[in-house]
């Protein structure tokens, strides 16, 4: 499932992976002067394998309120996302509610979308 969100002035789309235990960016969704910094990180994927990452980043992204996470960045994402992992949904008190399609982030509720389409 998909939340619209606002990252580095451009329209994105986040996905809520609650199998991946770190959020993850993809590295075209950075501006050139990201503040990016080295990780310890050793993520791998559901079969095993492993994920190429480069480097933690602390960033800012909004829905109608501005929510921070440290992510991990790769090049192995395709999509044009923002997964957010179990992390941020635990550190954020997430709650799904999965027969309305809402999740909270906090104090706010937010529509997902079940297909994904770039904007």
């Given at each position: 499932m998909y939340v619209p969100i606002q990252l580095f002035d451009h329209k994105a789309?986040?996905?809520?992976d609650t199998g991946c235990d770190t959020s993850i960016i993809c590295t075209h969704?950075?501006?050139?002067?990201a503040d990016v910094r080295p990780t310890t990180h050793t993520l791998?994927?559901?079969?095993?394998?492993?994920?190429r990452w480069k480097v933690n980043?602390?960033?800012i992204f909004g829905l109608q309120v501005e929510f921070s996470i440290c992510a991990v960045i790769t090049k192995s994402v395709k999509e044009f996302i923002l997964g957010l992992g179990i992390d941020f949904l635990s550190e954020?008190?997430?709650c799904w509610d999965f027969?309305?399609?809402?999740?909270r982030m906090g104090?706010?509720?937010?529509?997902?979308?079940?297909?994904f389409t770039e904007q």
């Open positions: 789309v986040a996905l809520l969704l950075l501006p050139d002067d791998l994927a559901a079969n095993s394998t492993s994920i980043i602390m960033c954020n008190s997430c027969g309305t399609g809402y999740v104090d706010l509720w937010v529509r997902l979308h079940q297909c």
